[in-house]
């Protein structure tokens, strides 16, 4: 499967931004997904992840409340809502999917396709 990432930005704090992934192939639905992020200098850390059904969804405690992540099958699309960005949030944001299992994996190096990424930037 390839992914193709849209919709960052520069957005104050506070603001929000909605970003996409989109996905080639037509096995999209037996894909988990999930979004990622790297900000200069750091480590990729986990965002959120949702199962091949929609069904589950997991996020990292820091984004939990403000980041919602959903999926549109048909379209062979995930998104990700970002409402009440903190500038702890600038970063480039990837999207990545993982044959479907019962279990949403937080490890990027357990997630085998990968977008090329977007860039969200929160002003304070």
């Known amino acids: 499967v390839q992914l193709q990432a849209s919709g960052g930005g520069l957005v104050q704090a506070g603001g929000s931004l909605s970003l996409s992934c989109a996905a080639s192939?037509?096995?999209?639905?037996?894909?988990?997904m999930a979004w990622f992020r790297q900000a200069p200098g750091k480590e990729r850390e986990f965002v959120a992840a949702?199962?091949?059904?929609?069904?589950?969804?997991y996020y990292r405690g820091s984004v939990t409340g403000r980041f919602t992540i959903s999926r549109d099958n048909a379209k062979s699309t995930v998104y990700l809502q970002m409402n009440g960005l903190k500038p702890e949030d600038t970063a480039v944001y990837y999207c990545?999917?993982?044959?479907?299992?019962?279990?949403?994996?937080?490890?990027?190096?357990?997630?085998?396709?990968w977008g090329q990424g977007t860039q969200v930037t929160v002003s304070s």
């Open positions: 192939g037509r096995t999209f639905g037996s894909y988990n």
């Open positions: 949702i199962s091949w059904s929609g069904g589950s969804t």
């Open positions: 990545a999917a993982r044959l479907g299992s019962n279990t949403l994996y937080t490890v990027p190096r357990l997630y085998g396709y």
